[in-house]
Every structure is written in structure tokens, then in C-alpha cells.
């Protein structure tokens, strides 16, 4: 299935939750990041059970310090 992940295009096999995109797909650590799908914010307490689907656009935002 095709997904867009931080404007970059992706194919993955099979639906997958957040969580499971993020440790397998994308190698990124959950800490300090936000997700969001189609433009909404999903909660961390959430990703376990939000699942990805075809088409969809996922934006990943990392935290940064500094001023």
C-alpha cells in the first residue's frame, strides 16, 4: 500500500498500527515525537490502535530544544 510519510512516498505490505510504522518502517524512536494522520493529531495512547490505511499522509514531528 502506498502512504506518504513527511512528504516522502512509501510502500508497505500490509496495515500496520502507528507504532508498528514507526518501529518498522521508518526506524524512529517514539520518544519526542508527535504523528499526525491526515492533518489530526493522534495521541501516543492512541497509536497502538490507529491503523494505517492506503493513500493516507502521515507527518512526524520531532521536538527539538533551543531557542
Do not use: R, Y
Amino acid at each position: 500500500m502506498d502512504i506518504t510519510v513527511n512528504n516522502e512516498p512509501l510502500q508497505i505490505s500490509d496495515t500496520c498500527s502507528i507504532t508498528q510504522l514507526l518501529q518498522d518502517h521508518v526506524q524512529q524512536k517514539p520518544e519526542g515525537i508527535a504523528v499526525a494522520v491526515n492533518q489530526s493529531v493522534i495521541p501516543k495512547l492512541e497509536w497502538e490502535n490507529t491503523f494505517i490505511a492506503s493513500g493516507d499522509t502521515i507527518i512526524l514531528i520531532k521536538a527539538t530544544q533551543g531557542g
